[in-house]
């Protein structure tokens, strides 16, 4: 709405995001406690965040963001391992109360003399970066804000609205209920590549608020290697990147065919539960590969694909342990609107046969539980236009096309028409 200084030491800007959708009564045989609510229904979400930040010198800044949300999902964002909305909050019991979302201390150190222009973010102050330049971060943040960005899907304020579109669902990343977490980072920017990599605090249990401190009890470490360059440069004048991912994570997860062993033998509660099993470490770890190819500068091209071991448990992100994506976005530069987003995309989500055979026992994610499975992949279809209407204020309309809900062919398909508000300041 207002104009923000270039040269300034002090950042302070804000923005808020209203989410309403909708869906249509679908098949469904049967239903159990996780699933997704076959009957008609609606809900709205909001994301309030204040963003603040002091550069105190050209090498150091700390950062500080406040954040309020509101609102619900549909059936309260269980149900779908690609969830519609990925501005829900997973926990609709927590606190309405505004929270620190993220407080970083972001520390520059010179590689060399050469430096380059920077695009100012409430993520990054400096109007100049050296080119080659290591990044240090630490404090609260969220890890999705740095690895398995994309210029085209990564956003649910102006992109795509799904989990599992705007994020790699495979990637397990370390956070709490609403997405953050306690880390640090290291960043090496070169050229045309940068690495970086993160160890940060996982939840004591899945999807849970609270951060397990002791690292040797739990704990993730996530790299990174992204590189820019050019495929055809005859053909494709722009320059594309590609970034590869991986991470491992040590929690109290559990093991889905361990779990379902024991049920077996003793049948000591009437499903197999993941989480009865001692205070334990165990591992999780897998990869996803990230490509974004511009072909002008209003419409460019994108692909995900992720892997993890999905012999253990589900525990912060999305239950997803395989994943392959692939869409088209840009801007309406080509009909005269630079400014308005656009976007389409197909993702196809799996998960392993152990997981499976969990879910088909009876047994609960911290998403999906139909009481019964019948696999089959979740194979999601999203489209959306964003229109800038005024300065800060961007409407938009988005439509979602998901087969095979929380891996189950026996329900479905669902349709979600969505609308979204999207003002800043």
Same mark, same amino acid.
């Given at each position: ?14 923005? +808020?995001?209203?989410?309403? /959708? ?16 076959? /009957? +008609? ?61 993220? =407080? ?24 100049? &970066? ?19 960005? @994309? ?15 705007? @994020? ?5 990343? +370390?956070?709490?209920?609403? $997405? ?19 160890? #940060?605090?996982?939840?004591?249990? #899945? ?7 002791? =690292?040797?009890? #739990? ?25 590869? &991912? ?20 003793? !049948? ?8 009865? !099993? ?33 012999? !253990? ?25 630079? #400014? ?18 969990? &879910? ?27 229109? !800038?209407?005024?300065? $800060? ?6 439509? /979602? ?25």
């Amino acid at each position: 709405m207002f104009p923000h200084p270039e040269w300034g030491r002090v950042w302070l800007s804000g923005q +808020a995001n209203w989410i309403s /959708q909708y869906h249509p009564s679908f098949h469904s045989p049967y239903q159990g406690t996780n699933s997704l609510t076959p /009957q +008609a229904q609606g809900a709205t979400s909001r994301v309030l965040t204040l963003f603040t930040g002091l550069r105190v010198t050209d090498r150091t800044e700390f950062l500080c963001d406040v954040q309020e949300t509101g609102g619900s999902g549909l059936s309260q964002a269980l149900g779908a391992a690609g969830f519609f909305n990925l501005d829900v909050v997973r926990n609709p019991s927590l606190s309405k109360a505004p929270y620190i979302a993220r =407080l970083m201390w972001h520390q520059i150190i010179p590689l060399s003399r050469k430096r380059i222009v920077a695009e100012r973010s409430p993520f990054s102050l400096f109007p100049e &970066l050296p080119e080659r330049r290591l990044e240090l971060r630490f404090g609260k943040m969220s890890l999705a804000d740095f690895f398995d960005v @994309n210029s085209y899907g990564s956003d649910s304020n102006f992109q795509f609205m799904n989990w599992t579109v705007d @994020n790699n669902g495979a990637y397990d990343y +370390a956070a709490d209920t609403r $997405g953050f977490t306690y880390a640090a980072m290291l960043e090496y920017h070169d050229h045309n590549y940068i690495v970086r990599f993160a160890e #940060a605090l996982m939840p004591k249990i #899945a999807n849970g608020i609270n951060l397990e401190g002791n =690292l040797s009890l #739990a704990r993730s470490e996530n790299v990174e290697f992204e590189l820019h360059g050019h495929v055809y440069k005859k053909v494709l004048k722009q320059e594309g990147t590609v970034r590869i &991912l991986s991470f491992v994570n040590h929690a109290n997860m559990g093991d889905y065919q361990q779990q379902i062993n024991e049920w077996l033998q003793n !049948h000591n509660t009437p499903v197999p539960v993941i989480s009865d !099993h001692p205070l334990q470490t165990t591992v999780k770890y897998g990869f996803g590969v990230n490509v974004e190819q511009p072909f002008t500068n209003w419409l460019g091209a994108f692909a995900r694909w992720g892997w993890n071991e999905g012999q !253990h448990e589900s525990f912060a992100y999305t239950e997803v342990d395989q994943t392959w994506e692939v869409g088209v976005g840009g801007n309406g530069g080509r009909w005269g609107r630079p #400014a308005d987003h656009m976007g389409f995309a197909f993702v196809s989500n799996g998960i392993s046969h152990d997981h499976a055979l969990y &879910l088909g026992y009876g047994g609960l994610g911290f998403l999906l539980g139909d009481g019964r499975l019948s696999y089959g992949r979740e194979n999601i279809i999203e489209t959306y236009y964003t229109l !800038h209407v005024w300065r $800060g204020i961007y409407p938009a309309f988005d439509l /979602q096309y998901m087969v095979n809900p929380g891996y189950n062919q026996v329900r479905g398909p669902v349709i979600v028409p969505s609308l979204r508000l999207h003002l800043e300041f």
